[in-house]
Each structure stands twice: as structure tokens, then as C-alpha cells.
Nanobody, 122 residues
Framework: HVQLVESGGGSVQAGGSLRLSCVVS????????MGWYRQAPGKERELVST???????DYQESVRGRFTISQDNGANTLYLQMTSLQIEDTAVYFC?????????????????WGQGTQVTVS
């Protein structure tokens, strides 16, 4: 049973920082294309940052230099460190990932999502 559980959201003043966490069921090294998306009220869900196949990292241009994605294999946790937060960063943030196949070579087609965590910047 695949489960992703986010935490770390909250309310913060502009310029502040938050760190989001996403604990996965099982071992995180069995996952691929892990990343963070967000959805603001009245807007579509958008990519914030993600690990691509091969280990490269993508960031949305508006968060580049302010947000950092990382992964702790020992804790089976994905993180999003957010600094210099802006009002425009207010959204529900979602963790997502896929499972590698049994050989650990191919990334699956199904994306799994957490329930989301609210970030409010004022």
C-alpha cells in the first residue's frame, strides 16, 4: 500500500521559511520522480520542484534560488526547504512520486500523491 504523508505546512510572514516533509511508505529508494506540486485557490496544480530520471532536479522558475528539494533515504523522507517566502507561494503543497519496477530500472506510470499541506504566507 503506497502512502505519502506531508507535514510542515503552516502560516508564515513574507520573507520567512518553512520546511515541508513527505514520509513515504516503504523505502524511498524504491520511488522515482519524486517531487512537489502546489495548488493555489482557483488555479491549476503546478510543479514546484522534482527529481528527474538520472537525478537531475527541476525547479519552477519562480522558486529557483529560494526553494531546495532534498531526500533523506535513511528517513524515507522527501523535503522541500522554502526560504524568502512570498505571498504568491500560498497554496496547498502536494508530494508525489512513482514506484520503480521490480528490477529498480524503470519508473512506473502511476503517480501517487499525498493529501497535501497548506502553506499560507501573509
Amino acid at each position: 500500500h503506497v502512502q505519502l504523508v506531508e507535514s510542515g505546512g503552516g502560516s508564515v510572514q513574507a520573507g520567512g521559511s518553512l520546511r515541508l516533509s513527505c514520509v513515504v511508505s516503504g523505502f524511498i529508494h524504491r520511488y522515482c520522480r519524486m517531487g512537489w506540486y502546489r495548488q493555489a485557490p482557483g488555479k491549476e496544480r503546478e510543479l514546484v520542484s522534482t527529481f528527474r530520471d538520472g537525478g537531475t532536479i527541476d525547479y519552477q522558475e519562480s522558486v529557483r534560488g529560494r526553494f531546495t528539494i532534498s531526500q533523506d533515504n535513511g528517513a524515507n523522507t522527501l523535503y522541500l526547504q522554502m526560504t524568502s517566502l512570498q505571498i504568491e507561494d500560498t497554496a496547498v503543497y502536494f508530494c508525489t512520486g512513482r514506484l520503480l519496477d521490480a528490477y529498480g530500472r524503470r519508473c512506473g506510470d502511476t503517480s501517487y500523491w499525498g493529501q497535501g499541506t497548506q502553506v499560507t504566507v501573509s
